[in-house]
């Protein structure tokens, strides 16, 4: 196995946030929870391609507004999320 | 346009007028609030005089110029505002935008000043507002280094000096002048600020159940229980003072703030609420909750609507060591 690389605490959260997502879909529907995982997988790649990687600042405003969405996600009463593209 | 010479304040409430006074028949001392706050009456003054100075200093470029027409903005009344700009989708650090406007076709508050950028020079500029009374506690935000709401605090029309508007300091920004309050908000739902009893109302009289349809009745309080609240209740939620504290700053996350400890005090002398104890003891075990406060009294200094949480803070402090005596 190969020797995994050391995390960084910025990468740790980011991991920890991305955790939290799947796990908090587990508890919907099954339909649902594909299209959550397949929404948070989406944003969290495009982010992780788009962001550079020292903008600590975007970085850290992208967790905090996470973390928001995962509390309100965790909610028994929502049953699901959807995104929308808007063309300007 | 708006009348901008400074107005008459010597009313009825400042005891002129002795018919006046027996036509009210001695009813404004039984509704003290009609007398109006002392700091309201100084802000309103505040704002008139910064008014009629503005009038005053229009007045003297007029005749600087003998007459002739304007220019399109008059030199005299424009003042610098330097607004702290940071959007997150747009990369850089945040930096100090300045905007000139003209206090004479501005209303005299600041947020007045943040409708009219926002509505004429720029329209991304992003702020809190609801009320423009004060009453709300949105539109909160640092003006020239102290912490206050944009909507009661009177422009300082001294047009030599730029003024500084940043939003509250050491909380996370948002956008522009927004910031993150959930932090704030967790605090004081963590109080348990709601009417705990233990046991129910006394029943109605029978006539009372008979209008309202029902034997429940209702948790009495004399008018001097009632003026215990007086002070504890009027809290807006606005954040200035939990932003204004030192101790609050280094640890946002234990120390619950100003804010949240006054209104734990209310609770704590409500006469209706039968947990009092149990509420103080809540607050002094976790050490950090309550204690955190260093009696730094920057809260009173910069309420909005001239609270004294550092004396709440201290009465509960008192409240926690009689009882831990006793």
């Known amino acids: 196995m190969a020797s995994r690389p050391k995390l960084s605490g910025i990468q740790r959260q980011v991991l920890a946030l991305y955790r939290g997502f799947l796990r908090t879909a587990r508890q919907k529907a099954p339909e649902e929870r594909h299209r959550i995982e397949a929404v948070v997988s989406v944003e969290f790649r495009e982010n992780a391609r788009n962001v550079d990687r020292r903008n600590f600042v975007y970085i850290e405003y992208l967790l905090r507004r996470g973390k928001r969405q995962l509390e309100q996600l965790k909610n028994p009463d929502i049953t699901g999320l959807s995104t929308l593209e808007v063309n300007k | 346009m708006l009348r901008r010479t400074l107005p008459a304040l010597r009313s009825v409430k400042d005891g002129v007028g002795g018919a006046a006074r027996q036509a009210v028949k001695g009813e404004a001392q039984h509704f003290p609030s ?3 706050h002392p700091a309201a009456r100084a802000n309103a003054r505040e704002a008139a005089e910064g008014q009629a100075r503005l009038a005053a200093a229009e007045e003297e470029e007029e005749r600087r110029r003998g007459g002739r027409p304007a220019p399109a903005a008059a030199a005299a009344t424009v003042k610098e505002f330097q607004v702290y700009r940071w959007n997150p989708d747009s990369p850089g650090r945040p930096f100090l935008q300045s905007y ?6 501005c209303g005299p508050m600041v947020l007045d000043v943040l409708v009219k950028i926002k509505s004429e020079h720029d329209s991304t500029l992003a702020f809190r507002r609801s009320c423009r009374e004060g009453i709300c506690g949105s539109c ?25 508007i940043t939003p509250l300091p050491h909380m996370y920004v948002v956008k522009d002048l927004v910031v993150d309050l959930t932090n704030f908000y967790q605090q004081y739902k963590s109080i348990e600020p709601w009417l705990k009893t233990k046991r129910p109302p006394p029943p109605a009289s029978a006539e009372e159940a008979g209008a309202r349809g029902t034997a429940r009745g209702e948790h009495r309080q004399s008018p001097a229980q009632r003026k215990k609240l007086d002070g504890l209740y009027e809290c807006i939620l606005c954040a200035c003072c939990s932003t204004a504290c030192p101790s609050y700053w280094w640890n946002s996350e234990e120390f619950l703030g100003p804010a949240a400890l006054l209104h734990a005090y209310r609770w704590v002398s409500d006469s209706r609420d039968d947990y009092g104890e149990e509420r103080v003891q809540a607050l002094a075990e976790g050490w950090d909750k309550m204690y955190r406060c260093r009696m730094i009294k920057s809260c009173t200094a910069t309420c909005p609507k001239s609270l004294d949480p550092s004396a709440a803070i201290s009465a509960m402090k008192a409240l926690h060591q009689l009882r831990k005596a006793a």
């Open chain 2, 100 to 105: 000139f406007v003209d206090l004479a076709a």
């Open chain 2, 140 to 164: 909160s935000m640092s003006i020239d280094g102290v912490n206050t709401v944009a909507c009661l605090k009177p422009v300082d029309t001294d047009t030599s000096r730029a003024s500084m």
């Open chain 2, 34 to 36: 009609l007398r109006g």
